[in-house]
T-cell receptor, first 113, second 118 residues
């Protein structure tokens, strides 16, 4: 029972480099989310998806792009990394419906130097 | 705007002592409320949730929380803390946005870091 799996777990980037974070869930959930966690700020929503082929902006979408080509996968892209994007990134998924529980991956720690 | 406030950044309790973590929310309608726990280096795990009905909800690991509409609070409690409860605790409110009104976004508080003394 894998649940939500994030790849990679750690990454160091140089300013201006690009990368893609992969999130995969095996629970057949409709909704998927990308959050970033920064000290003293809790978790903030970057982008989310309510189903295959759909994406929407969250609270802090600038500098990020996402794609949901397959229901089980949700990709987060950084086209030109900046030091301000140093953070821990969490992916989550939930069933469609009001108030359903979100299941979280173990996080990706990204450092941009 | 919807928001969640956790006024205590860091709390230390002795093992066996009782615990209460505070959470206040600002939300226009009946809120969907959650408590999550994050152990070091791990993702978030749901402890409990409140949608409607009984205002005292039971969760996993012996935790409970009470919804008080008049105080806009959803405080987390445990009668006797164990060393393994040391972690960071997040309160969150579910926000209904766009797409058919389904709750599909969580607004998190800034977290309370719990330390447990032997």
């Amino acid at each position: 029972n894998a649940g939500v799996t994030q790849t990679p777990k750690f990454r160091v980037l140089k300013t201006g480099q690009s990368m893609t974070l992969l999130c995969a869930q095996d629970m057949n959930h409709e909704y998927m989310y990308w959050y970033r966690q920064d000290p003293g700020m809790g978790l903030r929503l970057i982008h989310y998806s309510v189903g295959e082929g759909t994406t929407a902006k969250g609270e802090v979408p600038d500098g990020y792009n996402v794609s949901r080509l397959k229901k089980q996968n949700f990709l987060l892209g950084l086209e030109s990394a900046a030091p301000s994007q140093t953070s821990v990134y969490f992916c989550a998924s939930s069933r469609q419906g009001v108030g359903t529980e979100a299941f979280f991956g173990q996080g990706t720690r990204l450092t941009v130097v | 705007a919807q928001s969640v406030t956790q006024p205590d950044i860091h709390i230390t309790v002795s093992e066996g002592a009782s615990l209460e973590l505070r959470c206040n929310y600002s939300y226009g309608a009946t809120p969907y409320l959650f408590w999550y726990v994050q152990s070091p280096g791990q993702g978030l795990q749901l402890l409990l949730k409140y949608f409607s009905g009984d205002t005292l909800v039971q969760g996993i690991k012996g935790f409970e929380a009470e919804f008080k509409r008049s105080q806009s609070s959803f405080n987390l409690r445990k009668p006797s803390v164990h060393w393994s409860d040391a972690a960071e605790y997040f309160c969150a409110v579910g926000d209904v946005v766009g797409y058919g009104g389904a709750t599909n976004k969580l607004i998190f508080g800034t977290g309370t870091l719990l330390a447990v003394q032997p």
